[in-house]
């Protein structure tokens, strides 16, 4: 079992810069494939960004065009989406999501096993 906490969310302006931050206590964190999805106001939640327990691979949605980075740092328990060139129609509560499955966390939102409550980011043009 993992408790997943997102937490760096804030208002920003369009074009801005901001580090999202997926962390857990566990040890067994490290084991965990993990994805960021989020949900904006009326739509359903989308997959955005995952990566795999050791850090070796990943994989970003179609609508990120190069703008977000995923990391991770398994000493710290630690996951991180790094946004650029930030979007009014990015605005939306981020989650992270982990699980052992990869193809769970990689593009799905069915059958995750954890969840994190979000963190919302705002984006003003």
């Known amino acids: 079992q993992v408790q997943l906490v997102e937490s760096g969310g804030k208002l920003v302006q369009a074009g801005a810069s901001l580090t999202l931050s997926c962390a857990a206590s566990?040890?067994?964190?490290?084991?965990?494939?993990i994805g960021w999805f989020r949900q904006a106001p009326g739509k359903e939640r989308e997959f955005v960004a995952a990566i795999n327990f050791q850090g070796g691979i990943t994989k970003l949605a179609d609508f990120v065009e190069g703008r977000f980075t995923i990391s991770r740092d398994n000493a710290k328990n630690t996951v991180y989406l790094q946004m650029s060139s930030l979007k009014p129609e990015d605005t939306a509560v981020y989650y992270c999501a982990a699980d052992t499955r990869w193809w769970v966390v990689a593009g799905t939102t069915e059958g995750v096993n954890y969840w994190g409550k979000g963190t919302l980011v705002t984006v003003s043009s």
């Open positions: 566990e040890r067994s964190f490290r084991t965990y494939h």
